[in-house]
């Protein structure tokens, strides 16, 4: 079956949703697809103080708040789901977020599990768990950033049946963009990170991020990988039931060769 999916890597202003909605609209304008990923803090920006100084910028999961309901408007113009991330408003707490938007409006949402160094001042540790939803008969789960570094995250995802990864991400080390192949080959997954590119800077914090947003499949092969500092989108076409087959061969299942029993710690 052909299953359209699209990533957009761009620079999120900080403390401007306003703005970061605009780009969003320009960049994405005249896209159709049943998938599109942002990249993480998609609202907001990266770089705050505290947790004050980000809530104003933060809004709740209900889709009523401004840039959330500006993407359900956009999913209806794309006919398919957006999967962005966001800083996440509940009570007193904040979240670094993703959440899945159709046409209809929110289907779900993940609370990042990992927070990552200058998170930890900001956001509450994630409790959603991993999620996977369905749309347009393929299973699609969501993790952010950080969460790829610790190899369960996507594993729980493929183990509740995900065939795709939507891996929005504001990434800094070097590091994730080779690893997800990893991850795709031990779980037999599509991945799909969508990072940002750009600097911020912010007192004696500077961070530089890489870009270089890419596709991955069940093989570990690269169907795409972007530039390190250029706003790009990229729209491909895929087989979602590639990834429902986990033989590598004749005699080997990935997931039925597991042996959970083995794996307690002594």
Not at 117 to 127: I, N, S, T, V
Not at 229 to 254: F, G, M, R, S
Request: proline content about 5%; aromatic content about 10%; overall charge negative.
């Amino acid at each position: 079956m052909d299953f359209t999916i699209a990533l957009l890597q761009f620079k999120p202003t900080r403390k401007s949703v306003e703005k970061n909605i605009q780009i969003i609209h320009q960049a994405l304008e005249g896209i159709k697809a049943d998938l599109i990923v942002l990249p993480e803090l998609s609202n907001s920006g990266y770089l705050y103080k505290n947790a004050e100084d980000l809530k104003s910028f933060s809004e709740g999961n209900d889709g009523h708040g401004p840039f959330l309901r500006a993407l359900i408007d956009l999913a209806k113009t794309i006919n398919g789901v957006i999967v962005t991330g966001y800083a996440e408003k509940e009570g007193s707490y904040l979240y670094n977020s993703a959440i899945a938007l159709s046409p209809q409006g929110p289907i779900t949402n993940y609370r990042k599990t990992h927070l990552f160094d200058h998170e930890k001042m900001l956001f509450h540790p994630g409790d959603s768990g991993f999620k996977v939803f369905d749309w347009n008969n393929t299973k699609i789960g969501m993790m952010i950033c950080f969460d790829w570094i610790f190899p369960e995250a996507c594993r729980c995802l493929a183990l509740e049946g995900a065939q795709i990864i939507a891996h929005p991400a504001n990434l800094v080390l070097p590091y994730c963009q080779n690893a997800m192949v990893t991850r795709s080959i031990e779980n037999r997954v599509f991945t799909i990170t969508a990072n940002r590119i750009g600097t911020e800077k912010l007192d004696d914090m500077r961070l530089s991020f890489t870009g270089t947003s890419q596709v991955t499949d069940p093989s570990g092969a690269i169907r795409y990988r972007g530039p390190k500092e250029k706003v790009t989108v990229h729209v491909l076409t895929i087989d979602p039931n590639d990834a429902l087959d986990k033989n590598l061969n004749p005699q080997n299942d990935l997931f039925e060769d597991r042996r959970p029993e083995m794996y307690q710690l002594v």
